[in-house]
């Protein structure tokens, strides 16, 4: 099962920093483990994130980001107490749904 | 959070300036420690580490949550602050790590062999003791470090940690003070802690070890960096919870007292 993303939203203005922490092992199919097999790809392949419900990022990732990868974006016409949800889907049909609340400017 | 303009247009100034402080200072690098430090992902582990605490799990199925770690039954609250510390029941000085793996054994049944071969996490396999430890780090956050030095067997400990500190062996004929006894010193770019200044070990322990290590994508703990440190001197392999690692722990620590805790950290 995966492991649960850490999401941060905080207003500055009326623009949300949403920072968003996923644990995912993102193998690029090139690497070997201990006994020498080839680890199969494994990786993220689609990121939604979502404000209220309506859609601001949908993105296609590849084997090229890294481990427990970092997602970093502004979005515009926040207010405190807006609802973030961002999924992710990988290759195997794993999926991780995980919301944050959007904090009032600190 | 984001930097403003004008201080990312002064600090291109400030770099501009003095190209030879950029190289050897941590100015221009203390910028993406900082970015690093605000999303950790020591955090996902920390997370990862409170779900296992209190997780029914072993032969005995049971929970850490009677784990004495010092301070009381399950009190996981400023624990990491005051270890490696006496412990009667063992009769030993434990740090965190060896107090986990007592914990783990007598409470949930597992075998020293299980904990050991899982000490150090791989790309491959994740490892619970790494959670467990940067759970139990952050819950000190913002506290001082408070070792405690009342008992005789802890005053031994920190006495034999002193010694192994400065004593030279090996065929490099390496002491920790080798490298960590001197102002400015480092291994290529990395900069090495000077560990007799008080300042410098206070920030080391309290907000060194666990931490997120950037090149092996995982949480490395001190019981992981005296292991390495070890191998880089050439010594034979560091025992997990060896009696040498906790004196070591135990002498660094306690002059590390004062210091506020701020963990997990990220290294690279």
Known sequence: MAEPMRIRA????????????????????????????IVPTHFIQNVVVTHNGRTVLDAQWSQAVSRDPFLGLRVKGAKAGDTIVVTWTDNKGDKRTDEATVAAAS | MFMTRGRLAALALALLASPIAAQDGPDGLAVGRQML??????????????????????PKKASLESCDLGLGPGKVEGA????PRYFA??????????RLMTCMVTLQGFTTEDILRNRFGTLDNDSDMEALVSFIGSKSNGMKMNVPL???KEAEAYKAGEYLFHRRSGPLDFSCATCHADQGRRIRLQ??????????????????????????ATVRTMQHRLYDCNWQMRLPDLGYASDMSIALTSYLNHRGNGGVVQLPGVRR
Request: cysteine-free; overall charge negative.
């Open chain 1, 10 to 37: 905080a207003l500055q203005g009326d623009v949300a920093d949403v920072r968003i922490l996923m644990r995912h092992p993102m193998e690029t199919g090139q690497r070997k483990d201990a006994k020498g097999d």
């Open chain 2, 37 to 58: 430090a605000e999303d950790n992902p020591g955090e996902l582990w920390v997370a990862r580490g409170q779900r296992l605490f209190f997780e029914k799990r072993g």
């Open chain 2, 80 to 83: 990491f602050a005051q270890l």
């Open chain 2, 89 to 98: 029941d063992t009769d030993k000085v434990q740090d965190l790590e060896s």
């Open chain 2, 150 to 152: 009342r008992h005789a």
């Open chain 2, 191 to 216: 900069e090495l802690p000077n560990m007799t200044d008080s300042k410098q070990v206070q920030t080391v322990v309290a907000t060194g070890w666990p931490a997120y290590r950037g090149t092996q």
